[in-house]
Structure formats: structure tokens, C-alpha cells
């Protein structure tokens, strides 16, 4: 959401089109009704963005009777593509929805523009009082030094990804096809075994205690989990690193159970952000975006495991102590440097 707003402000600067407020869209994910004022300071972003673009909080009421035309923005490409097809619609139609842009191609913006969406992205996004008042607490709770580690190992995000996993619990395999339903049943054969070594397999918790033993960090280390609800097979990670901390373990219980799904997400990414290190075993938005962040804040200490390599690795035969050298020289790199692999995708300039 973060990710798409931020576009959606480019956008507006590319058309000089005011921006109103998103509306959340959230029941896909979180299936609750939370809105942009729930979880970032309003004032704040329409203060920070005067200047880069107008934003409003509501529609004045002539226009809001109607309903927006609908855009669908997925295959648009660049600044010419914009103006050329989009801008004509919102001078006919006033104003106009926009769908989410995965395919956005932001280096290639002009760079009055990409100004804008890094000033929207970098700078003009702040929690609320109240949200940041919870963020601190939570992440003076956790105790120093920590590592973040957002792990993807939830029903949904497996039966999204159709992997084959021969050795779940019959608990996690229930939980897994109800998620899925018919039309998620897992790839099986060749095609299972191409999938998983195209690196689409989320590793299982498992894995990344494996992984994350292969790079030499301690099994003392102090490591917050940045996750969703709904973990499954977390005994293979917790038996390995035992010093394992959650929100909900170290939140008022009675305030963690009436948050939304999104200010608890939102907790996530601010621990994630000032976290000593941050490891990621995905390479999803919200992985990219707190990269992103932290080598803005200048604290490089990021990386994300390569679920390709340990496909690839484990496909060879190799076990133990052989995997584990192994995946420490496919790492090394990226982590004596610390960067982590999206900052190339980052097209702003980080000045120190």
C-alpha cells in the first residue's frame, strides 16, 4: 500500500493532477476496514508534499456524486505512456481511480517527478502520534542488539505460491489447502521441482534457522519477528534460535487484539527500519521498501537469503555442514557489505 501510494503521487505530479486521500482497499489482505488516517499523520503528508503536488483529504461535493473513471494502470511504463493515454481521461472525465502499478518503470520518470514520489516515499509518510507512541514502546521492549526478520511462511503465502513441502505437519497442510482452496493445489513432478529452483518457494522457518546458522549468526542472537499472524512450523526455528520476540508477546494484550491489520504491519516496518539488522526471506514490497529506508537512514545492515541458491544447493545433494559453506560463499558478498540486493531497484539518490 505504502508502495502504491507512493506511486500513485508520482503519478499525480506527471498529470499535475491534484491527489486525493486513498482509500484503502485492505479486506484482501487483512479483511478489516482501516484507513490512510488510521496509520499515517494526514497534516503531516499534505505539509510535506506542498510544494510537489496539491493533496486533498475529500472530493469537493459536485464531484463527489459520481463515480470515477476507472484506470487500469498495470502495463503503463513511463512518463510519454501517461500522458499520452491518461492525461486526455482526466481532462474528459475530472477525475479518475487509478488500479495499483506493479510494472511501474519510475527510472524512467522525469526528475521533477521522481522527486515528488521519493519526497511522498522518503520523507512526507509518518505514523501517527498515537501508532508511533506503540512503535516506540514496542521497540524498546525488544532487547539490544536485535535482528528483524520478516518471515513469509503463512497459509495464504504458500498456497499462493503452489510449492511442494513433503514434510509439513498435517496441521500446516490442512491450513495451507483451506487458504488455497481448488484453485491453489500445489505444482507436483518436474514442474514442482522447476518452480522451487526459479526461487519462488518461500523458505519454511526451518530453512532460514539453517540459512541464517550458515552465516555465523549466533543461535543467542536476540531476533524480532516480523510477521503476520499464522506462522506455521516456527518449532524448527525456535529450537534453533531461541531468543524469539513477537508484538503480540510484548504488546498490552488488550490493545494488540483491537489493532488493525495494517497498524500492526505498520509496527512491523518501523521496528524493521531501526532494527540493528534486518533479514529478509522473501523479496516482497515490504522487504524493498525497508531496505530502501535503511540505506536511507544509513544503516546498511540488510539482507535477503537467496531461496534460489538454497533450492539450487539442496537439489545437488548437498547437506549439513557442506550446505552451510556453501550458502555462506553464495552470501558473502552482500553480507560483509551489508546492502542487501534491492537497493538497484531504489531510483533514489541517497546523500548523506
Known sequence: MRRDLCDGVGIARLLNATLVLPKFEVAAYWNESSGFGDVFDVDYFIQKMNGFIKVVKDLPTYISSKEPFRVDCSKR???FDYRETIL??????????????????????????????????????RLTTSLEKRALELLDAIPKPFLSLHLRFEPDMVAYS??????????????????????KKPWTGEIAQSWRKRGKCPLTPNETALMLQSLRIPTSTNIYLAAGDGLMEMEG????????????????????????????????????????????????????????????KGMHKTLFLSRKAFAELTSQGLEEEELKKALWEVHRNDFEIGRGSALPDCFCEFKQ
Open 162 to 183: 503452489r510449492c511442494e513441502y513433503p514434510n509439513l505437519s498435517p496441521s500446516s497442510l490442512a491450513a495451507i489447502k483451506a487458504a488455497g482452496g481448488e484453485d
Open 237 to 296: 526455528f525456535t529450537s534453533v534460535y531461541t531468543k524469539v520476540f513477537t508484538k503480540s508477546d510484548l504488546l498490552n494484550r488488550e490493545d494488540f487484539t483491537r489493532m488493525h491489520g495494517n497498524t500492526k504491519a505498520a509496527l512491523d516496518y518501523y521496528v524493521s527500519i531501526n532494527s540493528d539488522a534486518y533479514v529478509a526471506t522473501y523479496f516482497g514490497n515490504m522487504d524493498k521498501m525497508v531496505a530502501a529506508m535503511r540505506a536511507y
Open 88 to 125: 486526455p481521461l482526466l481532462l474528459e472525465h475530472h477525475y479518475i481511480s487509478l488500479t495499483p502499478a506493479m510494472s511501474q518503470r519510475r527510472d524512467r520518470y522525469p526528475q521533477y517527478a521522481k522527486a515528488t514520489l521519493c519526497q511522498a516515499c522518503y520523507s512526507s509518510l
Open 77 to 79: 511504463k513511463g512518463q
